[in-house]
């Protein structure tokens, strides 16, 4: 008689026979980057996550290096936002002062990690969005400059990889154009290429203040009911020069995940959001989850679903949980 129990019996037969094991050196930090100085303030709505001024990032340098992820996602906060999202490409804006100290900071340490910049506007916008608004419309071909000044800003302090995460037609191009006339023909793009628009969102527009402050962002993020057309998306973003693609979120979108991966041979990233994270922060508070076996069976998920990459919240503690798993 078949009898699938054998291989289950113990936990060597389990270890042995499993398909898919969450890697943390897979894993990317997002890291809110704030103006002033000498600031690590908490976001309310998620738990363990910080903001931090530039002045602060040793600490999650250290973090990050002791936990072997392989690196951050740098947001920004800037003090100031204006029409035109000037603080998006201002190379003494917050971003690129933090990628100059980071880099820095892990110069000649045995241990580095990767530095990467989001690409976007709707952070340094006054309107919220992830464009230039004109005529109550987020224009695609004016805001590709801008795009473009953003990522050379990146660049030029030091970015190991730029993410374009705005949804624009055209950006990766955009960027990998400016990047090369630059002399940036080795830095690599990852295109957040098949991004929904999506309600998980919601903490982070708090943490970074980027809610849109009229209408949503639904002309150029995806429908959440279309699955074909985030494979469009995703081959335009191969065809355009992206080096990794992107999904995102990621829970509710795992059948996006797994035919993305069974029709590009692009390296694949994985988005867990801001709302994925928060729900389970709030369910473990109430002890009505285990924060940790549920956060391992969701890693687990993503890499079973034909992720290469995840980009998470929950990194650092999930390379920790995994640290005294191997001890
Ligand atoms: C910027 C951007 C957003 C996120 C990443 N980059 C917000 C948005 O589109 O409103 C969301 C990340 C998260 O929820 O964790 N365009």
């Known amino acids: 008689m078949q009898r699938l129990r054998r291989l289950r019996k113990n936990g060597m037969l389990r270890g042995l026979v499993a398909e898919t094991r969450a890697d943390v050196r897979k894993l990317v930090y997002p890291v809110f980057v704030r103006f002033g100085e000498n600031v690590k303030e908490e976001v309310p709505s998620m738990p363990g996550v910080w903001r931090y001024s530039v002045d602060r990032l040793r600490e999650v340098a250290d973090a990050v290096m002791q936990a072997g992820i392989a690196g951050v996602m740098l947001f920004g906060i800037p003090e ?3 029409e035109a999202g ?3 490409y201002d190379e003494n804006g917050v971003v690129p002062r933090a990628i100059r100290f980071l880099k820095e900071y892990c110069r000649g340490k045995r241990k580095g990690f990767l530095v990467i910049a989001d690409i976007c506007l709707c952070e340094y916008t006054s309107h919220g969005h992830c464009g230039a608004l004109i005529g109550g419309e987020v224009e695609n071909d004016a805001s590709l400059p801008l795009h473009t000044e953003a990522a050379l800003a990146a660049a030029r302090a030091g970015a ?3 993410a374009p995460s705005s949804m624009m037609d055209g950006v990766v191009e955009a960027i990998r154009g400016a990047l090369d006339g630059a002399g940036f023909f080795s830095l690599p793009i990852m295109a957040y290429s098949a991004k929904f628009a999506s309600a998980f969102y919601g903490p982070f527009r708090d943490a970074a203040d980027s809610a849109p402050k ?11 009911r ?3 057309e985030a494979l469009r998306e995703i081959l335009a973003d191969e065809r355009e020069g992206a080096d990794i693609v992107m999904v995102k979120p990621a829970l509710a979108f795992l059948d996006v995940v797994k035919s ?8 694949l990233a994985v988005y867990n959001v801001s709302g994925e994270y928060a729900m389970v922060k709030a369910a473990a508070k109430e002890g009505w989850l285990d924060e940790k076996r549920t956060v391992t069976e969701i890693m687990t998920a993503f890499f079973r679903a034909g992720a290469d990459i995840v980009i998470t919240y929950h990194a650092l503690d999930f390379a920790r949980w995994q640290r005294s798993e191997d001890e």
Do not use: C, F, H, I
Not at 260 to 267: G, S
């Open 226 to 228: 279309n699955a074909r």
């Open 260 to 267: 993305a991966r069974e029709n590009t041979l692009l390296p």
């Open 80 to 82: 100031k936002k204006d």
């Open 214 to 224: 009229s209408g949503d962002r639904k002309s150029y993020q995806m429908d959440v």
């Open 160 to 162: 190991d990889m730029v």
């Open 86 to 88: 000037s603080g998006a």
